[in-house]
């Protein structure tokens, strides 16, 4: 499965932003997709996550109730919906696959094969 993310940009703390993370090949609805962000200097770091049916989500503490996750199996789409964002929110965020895991280890980078190639957030103060 290739990933190609959209929809970062600037936006002002309290704001938000929608990223996409649009998948092709026809066994998008097969994989468990996730969320990660890198802000400069920083190591990847684990967002949110979403089981392939959509009923099971993950989120790390840092966006929990600020940011949500979703997906559209018949658009082969994935979304992290992101409110009140917050200048520590900036990094570049890329969006995952990975076939295999439980709740705990989609946490992780290694469970994911497939990766996008990253979008920009910048979150003004």
């Known amino acids: 499965v290739q990933l190609q993310a959209s929809g970062g940009g600037l936006a002002q703390a309290g704001g938000s932003l929608r990223l996409s993370c649009a998948a092709s090949?026809?066994?998008?609805?097969?994989?468990?997709l996730g969320w990660f962000r890198q802000a400069p200097g920083k190591e990847r770091e684990f967002v949110a996550t979403?089981?392939?049916?959509?009923?099971?989500?993950s989120y790390a503490d840092s966006v929990k109730g600020r940011f949500t996750i979703s997906r559209d199996n018949a658009k082969n789409t994935v979304y992290l919906h992101m409110n009140s964002l917050k200048p520590e929110d900036t990094a570049v965020y890329f969006c995952a696959a990975a076939l295999n895991g439980d709740r705990w280890y989609l946490t992780i980078v290694p469970a994911y094969g497939y990766w996008g190639q990253g979008t920009q957030v910048t979150v003004s103060s």
């Open positions: 090949g026809r066994t998008f609805s097969s994989y468990s």
């Open positions: 979403i089981s392939w049916r959509g009923g099971s989500t």
